[in-house]
């Protein structure tokens, strides 16, 4: 399993600095996010979510403020494969064939930004239809327009 994590300080009731673990991570093939908190000054704390699905902005935003988007883009030759990376980006996200269609031909021009956690299980899910595609880490492109929310 690979997982990015990120912390945050936050105001506690108490007084003290509320520290908040987050992260996202790529377990079974699957995209998953969790979130805890910790205050050293009171003790307290606990857990603040996690889930399966789209991680809570305020979780991908402190991941992506420590790691950085990670650009995703088709390495086969040009055309190569277009049905199974239809297949993968329908089976991924609520989308139109037209709109489905659009994130393909992102995907095999200038790739598609996401949290690492996000490229990975994107990767994953292209290299299970038999799609090469590569990673780029410090993309300059923006995270923030990760296509939809992921299917369940």
Known sequence: MESWGAETEVPCACGGRLQEGVGQ??????????????????????????GYED???????????????????LTGPAGAGRGAVLRVVREAWPVTLPQAVGLARQLAGEGLAGTPAEAA????????????AETLPGA?????????TLHA
């Open 140 to 148: 300059t492109g923006t995270a923030a327009d990760w296509p939809w």
């Open 121 to 132: 299980w994107l990767c994953g899910r292209l290299a299970e239809r038999g799609v090469p």
């Open 55 to 73: 991680a809570p902005d305020w979780v991908r935003g402190p991941v992506l403020r420590q790691h950085g988007p990670v650009l995703v883009r």
């Open 25 to 50: 991570a790529v377990r079974d093939g699957r995209l998953c996010w969790d979130a805890e908190s910790w205050c050293p000054s009171c003790d307290g704390g606990g857990c603040l979510g996690f």
